[in-house]
């Protein structure tokens, strides 16, 4: 189901993540869910969130300012966008090595490896699987709490349609983590 993807990632020195401009909780958590884990489980690697857009509310980390160097040595992974013109911060075409994760159906194939999984309601849930599949990695709380959100927000609290056993299957994976599943329902619905 993964090709390559941990193998690319674990050569890899340098890692840049980038989303869809106009984030929602499915892109930033994906992003930063991705970046914590690779963080947590190869501390020597140079991985950063990128992008122009923000989240000014708190539930997300702030954006980090990347050189343009430092992604044209980059493995690029890019998450939750269907199509190249919606990626936020176009310098991520200048990669080394350009992988795609995305559960949209195809729209515009783009990049040197594609993970593309319409039938999944998230990308946080291709990203639960794909982590759920490397047992050998340690996945952190804030790993955890980062997906959860992402999933828990692009199902409307597993109320669409696309909501599958699979999708609750990842999410009791991410809860397994020691969640505060109140305190994450009150953080994201509350406003």
């Known amino acids: 189901m993964f090709g390559t993807l941990l193998k690319d990632i674990e050569e890899a020195e340098i890692i840049t993540i980038f989303r869809h401009e106009n984030p929602d909780c499915d892109a ?56 190249q013109e919606r990626v936020d911060d176009q310098r991520y075409s200048t990669g080394k090595k350009i992988i795609k994760i995305d559960h949209h159906p195809e729209r515009d194939p783009f990049g040197n490896e594609q993970y593309v999984y319409p039938q999944m309601a998230a990308t946080c849930e291709i990203l639960s699987e794909f982590f ?39 999410a009791a994976f991410l ?14 619905f509350d406003e």
């Open 28 to 83: 930033f958590g994906s992003q930063y869910g991705l970046k914590n884990w690779i963080a947590d489980n190869w501390p020597s690697k140079q991985v950063h969130a990128c992008g122009t857009q923000s989240c000014g509310n708190g539930i997300w980390p702030a954006l980090e300012s990347v050189s343009d160097d430092t992604i044209r040595n980059s493995l690029v992974i890019v998450l939750d966008t269907a199509n």
């Open 175 to 188: 809860t397994g983590f020691g969640l505060d599943i109140p305190s994450l329902n009150r953080e994201l």
């Open 132 to 170: 759920h599949q490397c047992s050998d990695q340690n996945v952190s709380k804030q790993t955890a709490s980062f997906l959860y959100k992402g999933l828990l927000t692009d199902t409307l609290r597993f109320t669409t349609s696309n909501t599958s056993q699979h999708t609750m299957e990842m």
